[in-house]
């Protein structure tokens, strides 16, 4: 179980988050969605460690893990995928999921690059740089943190720079492989509507969640316009 309490986030004297409160039990698939601005990129990154709340704590299986640096959290489970995947210059894409194998057993690298719509053979020894595009790299980035198997998912934005094809393919990838806690941040219907709860922000405030009818119905009553979030 993953418990988020009274976070709170602030930069440059802005309230970026405040008073965030969620608890996500196991084997459930969280969307984290909202407006421009509304802080969702925020709260994912400090579940993954990669900002520090001002104010809260962040409790994962009853254990306070605040200070734990995401290298400590991803020895943890916990995984991440960023909106603009980063490159790993010089690393073949077999040895980097090789990298992540930390049990030295056998599993089939292709089998998860075909799984997210990639030929592997055309795919397994190139090396992840700039030479692939940016949907090739958000795909071979899901299918990482498939391999790696992880305790909590957090996929930020994974739609960004996806084909429409892809993109159903991918929403049927986390549909079916939804294990331990997924958390997506995204606006997008047809991921919304996978969830088994939404979380809506606005302006760094929970301004409703619980079961996606019940959450989905007051987006649509009040007329939200969603949208991305760099923050």
């Given amino acids: 179980m993953l418990n988020i309490k009274n976070i709170s986030l602030k930069k440059d004297k802005k309230l970026i988050l405040n ?22 990129s925020s709260l994912a990154k400090i579940i ?5 709340p001002t104010n809260g704590k962040i409790i994962f299986n009853d254990k306070d893990i605040t200070n734990y640096s995401i290298d400590k959290r991803a020895n943890l489970g916990f995984s991440y995928a960023y909106q603009t995947p ?14 992540v194998n930390k049990d030295g057993l056998f ?8 799984l997210v719509g990639l030929c592997a053979k055309d795919y397994i020894n190139r090396e992840f740089n ?14 990482l943190i498939l391999y790696k198997g992880g305790l909590i998912n957090i996929f930020d934005e994974p739609e960004a720079g996806i084909d429409l094809w892809n993109f159903d393919k991918l929403v049927k990838i986390f549909k079916k492989h939804n294990n331990n806690i ?12 996978i969830a088994d709860e939404i979380i809506l922000l606005e302006d760094g405030k929970i301004i409703k969640s619980g079961e996606k009818e019940k959450v989905l119905k007051y987006i649509n009553d009040k007329s939200l316009k969603l949208g991305d979030d760099n923050e």
């Fill in 107 to 114: 599993v089939d690298v292709k089998k998860y690059l075909s």
């Fill in 19 to 40: 008073n965030i409160n969620i608890n996500i039990d196991n084997n459930k698939l969280i969307v984290i969605t909202g407006p421009n601005g509304s802080g969702k």
């Fill in 130 to 143: 700039d030479s692939l595009s940016g949907g090739e790299k958000k795909r071979i980035e899901v299918a």
């Fill in 86 to 99: 980063i490159n790993f210059k010089g690393i073949k894409i077999n040895d980097l999921f090789k990298s």
């Fill in 182 to 193: 997924t958390i997506i941040i995204s606006h997008q219907e047809k991921i919304l509507d």
């Fill in 48 to 52: 993954m460690g990669i900002n520090k």
